[in-house]
Each structure stands twice: as C-alpha cells, then as structure tokens.
C-alpha cells in the first residue's frame, strides 16, 4: 500500500460546480495534512493545511479530514477553470518524514 | 511572506559537465530545505534533506556523490548535479521551512535542466 494515494484523475467539473478531490494514507499516526496546487510546468504552491478532524474552511477551499478513516479531502466551491491543475496532498509520517501523492489532476470546463 | 527563490530557471549543459542549483528563502530563515525532483507527469520525488550546517540525508537510491547538496546558511542550498547524463533531465524543485511552521513547505520556482 502506497503511503499516500489519489486518485490521478483527470477530474472533470463544469465551471461553477463542487470539484471534490480525495487523498488516503496508510500511517496512522499522521497528524499533518496539506493541499497543494501545481500548475503545469510549475512548482507547487501551499492551499491548505489541516492538523484537526473535521472541516477547514478558506475562501473557496475545504479541507475535510478523519483521522480513524485515515482520509482527507478538499473541496473546491464555485469551480473556476483557473483551478484547473494537479492538486497535491501531502502527509507528514509519523517519522516527521512528507510524502506526496501522486497528484490529481482537476479540469474546470467553462 | 515564505517566498523561496531558484536559480536558474532553465539550464541547458552538455553531458559529462556539472550544474549548479542555487534556493534560497528571501524572506525568512529556513530551518531545512528540501530537494524534489519531477519528471513529466509523474509526482514529486523527495532527493534529500539538509538542515544547516549539517550533512544532506538522501532518500534511497539517490547517490550522494552525483547530487551534492551544501546548506551553507539558513537562506540558502545549493545542489550540483555532477557529470550530468541526459537520464538527469528533468524538474528540480527546492523547498524550505520556517522555524515557527516546521511541516509547512515552501516551494521554489524549480529548475529545468536538459542534458544534451
């Protein structure tokens, strides 16, 4: 079992729409959570962080996370095609190591 | 705040000579840095670690002696890729963290690197 994974997508959501994007990881000791945004040909850029069970909420952005279902998401109101790129999760492990999924990548049809 | 800066952005060598990465935190110090590779469509692989002042921890299967990594300061790392083979192509991507938020990564523009 990988330690972190996602579904690769591609994610297809029309503009205006809930895109939900979903990550599961295998140690159960994690306690650190984040999201990132890869633009094609660029870096990642932070979007949310989530440390506790339940809802984050910034901006459009969600994160939702249950730790005894090992699982994290994010959720993305009033889908722009602007957020149309490869969304990250990334967990800390409980060696304080980060490991990356492999990504989702989300298309917001306008 | 949390801005991480590469040079360069694009490098173009020829195989067999060396290349140079510099990252640097411009507006915070940074207690680790990271180093991430990208080939196409594929995620990001962590390289190394380097804390500053000690020595990179690589992750398996990254030779140390073909990827040097110097942590001089807390603003900045450096990698050379040595000897660099047309199989090294590819997007390297730096990374930092503040003291005050250890877990929260900040990423650098990254670096393209062919290798012809």
């Known amino acids: 079992q990988k330690e972190v994974e996602q579904n690769s997508g591609p994610l297809s959501v029309p503009e205006g729409a809930i895109a939900s994007l979903n990550c599961t990881y295998s140690d159960r000791v994690s306690q650190s959570f984040f999201w990132y945004r890869q633009y094609s040909g660029k870096s990642p850029e932070l979007i949310m962080s989530?440390?506790?069970?339940g809802d984050k909420e910034d901006g459009r952005f969600t994160a939702q996370l249950n730790k005894a279902s090992q699982y994290v998401s994010l959720l993305i109101r009033d889908s722009q095609p602007s957020d149309s790129a490869t969304y990250l999760c990334?967990?800390?492990?409980?060696?304080?190591?980060?490991?990356f999924g492999a990504g989702t990548r989300l298309t917001v049809k306008p | 705040g949390a801005v991480v800066s590469q040079h360069p952005s694009r490098v173009i060598c020829k195989s067999g000579t060396s290349v140079k990465i510099e990252c640097r935190s411009l507006d915070f110090q940074a207690t680790t840095m990271f180093w991430y590779r990208q080939f196409p469509k594929q995620s990001l692989m962590l390289m190394a670690t380097?804390?500053?002042?000690?020595?990179?921890?690589?992750e398996q299967g990254v030779e140390k002696d073909k990827f040097l990594i110097n942590h001089a300061s807390l603003t900045l790392s450096t990698l050379t890729v040595t000897s660099a083979h047309p199989e090294d192509s590819s997007f390297y991507i730096c990374s930092a963290t503040r003291t005050s938020a250890i877990y929260e990564q900040y990423f650098g523009p990254g670096t393209r690197l062919t290798v012809t």
């Open positions: 990334a967990v800390i492990l409980g060696n304080n190591d980060m490991r």
């Open positions: 380097s804390n500053e002042g000690s020595k990179a921890t690589y």
């Open positions: 989530i440390y506790s069970n």
